[in-house]
């Protein structure tokens, strides 16, 4: 219709609000009446655009939801931790549909902007002293995010990796004993790394650059590195403009993003959006 704008490219696909219903809070109907509750359909299309545009909340199309009822809804879920438990969700159905590969994992960490400064953020050593961010991952073989630890662009990968790894092991669906393989770029190689993921949580290590496993590989079978995942996993990531420029200054709130973008991701993985 003349006037009107579409932004159904930026909502929240349907069938991600359907497992986001399952976890989001009760809302009872007050008995002694009052305003109508905010149409958390909408509230969730904006809190999606939000993360796909990465524009300011006051930004927000009002056809979506007020931009100040979103941020207040965002802030609460994140606090209750509704999209960490989006994520829970969609690991279990992915490894129940498709079935996780723990064999064999990668864990990376990434540094993005962080202009307005905040929690977990430092001075970016590659990006001339500004601030940003570093978000550590591990994924499976085939990159679907299983742990994540936040901190600083100033902090060194090693500094992040058990956090990222208790992270992955209180979301597996799975015992650790039935993992074998971590692997990791060269930021890594210590014999500190080495014991922790070897002794403590029972990994065989692989430690070296992509060109060195890539060799390798190609001479002993021709199959492919299998650390790109991880780094083919961020890449995917930084496509969500609130995940490339980190706005939040409370960490709760940017790490309910990256919560949310990981849901997406899997579902999406699973073929499941029309």
Not at 33 to 39: L, N, V
Not at 71 to 84: D, K, M, R
Not at 154 to 180: F, G, P
Request: with cysteine; hydrophobic share 35%; net charge neutral.
């Amino acid at each position: 219709m003349d006037g009107q704008r579409s932004f159904d490219n930026y909502r929240m696909p349907d069938e991600l609000w359907e497992q986001m219903e399952q976890v989001l809070p009760s809302y009872p109907v007050s008995p002694n009446g009052g305003r109508p509750r905010a149409d958390l359909r909408g509230v969730a299309d904006a809190i999606f655009y939000r993360l796909r545009t990465g524009c300011q909340w006051n930004a927000i199309p009002p056809e979506l939801a007020p931009g100040s009822t979103a941020h207040a809804y965002y802030q609460q879920w994140a606090e209750l931790g509704v999209f960490n438990q989006l994520w829970d969700l969609a690991v279990k159905v992915y490894d129940e549909l498709i079935g996780m590969d723990w064999q064999w994992q990668s864990v990376d960490g990434a540094m993005t902007k962080a202009p307005l400064g905040g929690e977990k953020t430092g001075k970016n050593p590659t990006d001339r002293g500004k601030l940003g961010t570093k978000r550590s991952l591990q994924t499976d073989a085939s990159g679907i995010p299983v742990g994540l630890a936040v901190g600083g662009a100033n902090v060194h990968d090693t500094r992040l990796l058990q956090e990222t790894i208790e992270d992955c092991v209180d979301r597996a669906a799975t015992e650790v004993s039935a993992w074998e393989n971590l692997c990791l770029d060269k930021a890594y190689d210590s014999n500190a790394v080495r014991k922790l993921i070897e002794s403590v949580y029972g990994y065989t290590s692989h430690i070296r650059s992509r060109g060195e496993e890539k060799r390798e590989l190609d001479r002993a079978s021709g199959e492919r590195p299998r650390r790109w995942v991880v780094e083919r996993t961020h890449g995917w990531l930084n496509r969500f403009r609130a995940i490339l420029i980190r706005w939040e200054k409370k960490i709760p709130n940017h790490i309910a993003g990256l919560h949310l973008a990981f849901a997406y991701f899997i579902y999406s993985r699973l073929g499941v959006f029309g």
